[in-house]
C-alpha cells in the first residue's frame, strides 16, 4: 500500500483522541543510511537515521502531524509555538496544510536563517521574544491557558506520540532495537518520544547516548542554565520541559547523557559530511558525544548495532559553512586557466 504519512501507517500504537484528523504531507518514512567506512573506525555496525529528510526538513514534522491533527479535530484555529527555529517551520507548514493560523514565538536574533525563512514561507506570524527559548515557552504556556489558542510545543502529549515513530521505524528496518541510540538532547521531547516508543514497540531497547552542548547543557550539570549559548542553536536550551524523562530514559536504559563543546559538534558535522550526510549542527550531536565517549574508552561499540538520530538537515543553518569557508577561487573563463587550477 502506498505511504499515506506516518498517523495512517502506525495508527494502532498512537494514542490520539477519536476525534483526531489527519492533517499530513507524508512526514516519516525517513532513511536509515548505513554508515559503513565510519562504522569501521568504531568496530561498529552504524546507521544515520537522516530525520533532515523529513518534509520541513526536521524530526519537528512527526510530532507536528499528530499535535495539528488532534487541534484541528477539537476544532482549534489558532497555534501557538515557541521554537529554535524548526518547531516553528514545521508548525507553520502543518497548520497552513490544515488552514489555521499560527503563530511563532522565537529568540530575537538567534534563529538559522533556513527556518526563520522556512516559518515565514509557509505563512506563520513570526514574533522575536527579547530573551531565550525558555523566556518564550513560559509565555505560550500562559497564553494558552488563558485563550483558545492551541499549543503545539513537545509538552503537548501528542507531539510525542508522533515522535515514537521514528523508533518504531528503526526497527521496522533493523528487525529490532539497535543495541545503542545517540541523539542530541534540547527541550528533551525527542529523547522521551524514543524511550516510549521502543518500551512500546517491544523490539528490545536500546542505550541511549543524549548529547548536549557544553554551553547549554542542564542535564549535565543538574541545574538550569540561564543563559545558554551553543552554535548548535536548536539545542540551546537551559530548562528542558522533559529533562526528567531524559534523565529518566538514560539512566533505565543503561546509557547516559553527556555534554561535548561546540567544537565537537563542528567537527562531527564535518564527518557527516565528508560520507555524504550534511546535517545541521544540533544534528551532528550525537556522533560527537559517540566520537567523545569512544575517544576516552567509554564507549564500547565493538560488534555493536548504533544508531546516530540526525534530526536536522544542513540547509537549515546555511550561514555556519559559508561564514567559515575561504570564498571559491575566481579565474577566467578560459580552458588553459581551469587546467592550471585543478592541476590536472
Ligand atoms: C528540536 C531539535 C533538537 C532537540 O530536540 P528536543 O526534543 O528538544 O530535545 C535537536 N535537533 C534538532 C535539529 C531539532 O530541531
Redo the contacts with the bound molecule.
Keep these: 500500500m502506498t505511504y499515506q504519512g506516518l498517523i495512517q501507517h502506525y495508527r494502532q500504537y498512537l494514542d490520539l483522541p477519536a476525534h483526531t484528523q489527519a492533517i499530513s504531507l507524508l512526514e516519516g518514512n525517513t532513511p536509515l543510511i548505513p554508515m559503513p567506512r565510519l562504522g569501521r573506525e568504531f568496530g561498529c555496525e552504524l546507521f544515520v537515521k537522516f530525520?533532515?529528510l523529513n518534509p520541513t526538513g526536521?524530526?519537528?514534522d512527526r510530532g507536528m502531524t499528530t499535535a495539528i491533527s488532534e487541534a484541528v479535530g477539537r476544532g482549534a484555529q489558532t497555534v501557538i509555538c515557541a521554537s529554535?527555529?524548526?518547531?516553528a517551520a514545521s508548525a507553520a507548514a502543518y497548520a497552513a496544510r490544515a488552514g489555521l493560523r499560527s503563530i511563532v514565538l522565537i529568540p530575537e536574533g538567534k534563529v538559522a536563517v533556513g527556518k526563520l525563512a522556512g516559518a515565514i514561507a509557509y505563512g506563520a506570524e513570526v514574533i522575536q521574544i527579547q530573551g531565550s527559548f525558555d523566556d518564550a515557552l513560559s509565555l505560550v504556556v500562559e497564553i494558552t491557558q488563558k485563550t483558545p489558542i492551541a499549543l503545539v510545543n513537545?509538552i503537548n502529549p501528542y507531539r510525542i506520540e508522533g515522535?515514537k515513530t521514528s523508533a518504531f521505524e528503526i526497527c521496522d528496518v533493523l528487525g529490532s532495537a539497535p543495541d545503542w541510540l545517540c541523539?542530541?538532547?534540547?527541550?528533551?521531547?525527542?529523547?522521551?518520544?524514543y524511550w516510549a516508543g521502543f518500551k512500546q514497540y517491544q523490539k528490545g531497547l536500546p542505550q541511549v547516548l543524549g548529547v548536549q552542548a557544553a554551553g547549554a547543557a542542564p542535564l549535565v550539570l543538574g541545574h538550569p542554565v540561564e543563559k545558554p549559548e551553543t552554535i548548535?542553536t536548536?539545542?540551546r536550551?537551559g530548562k528542558?520541559a522533559?529533562g526528567e524523562q531524559?534523565l529518566e530514559a538514560a539512566q533505565q536504559s543503561g546509557g547516559r547523557i553527556i555534554a561535548v563543546s561546540d567544537a565537537e559538534i563542528l567537527s562531527a558535522q564535518k564527518i557527516l559530511a565528508s560520507e555524504g550526510v550534511w546535517v545541521?549542527p544540533?544534528?551532528a550531536?550525537g556522533l560527537a558525544g559517540l566520537i567523545a565517549e569512544s575517544s576516552v574508552g567509554k564507549f564500547e561499540a565493538k560488534g555493536k548495532k548504533v544508531v546516530v538520530v540526525c534530526?536536522?538537515h544542513g540547509m537549515?543553518d546555511p550561514s555556519i559553512i559559508t561564514e567559515s569557508f575561504t570564498a571559491p577561487k575566481v579565474i577566467p573563463a578560459e580552458y588553459q586557466a581551469l587546467v592550471e587550477m585543478v592541476d590536472a
Excluded: C, M, Y
Aim: charged share 15%; aromatic share 2%.
Design positions: 530525520e533532515g526536521s524530526f519537528k529554535t527555529g524548526n518547531t513537545s515522535q541523539l542530541p538532547v534540547g527541550n528533551a521531547g525527542n529523547i522521551t518520544s548548535a536548536a539545542i536550551i528542558p522533559r531524559a545541521e544540533a544534528s550531536a534530526t536536522g537549515k
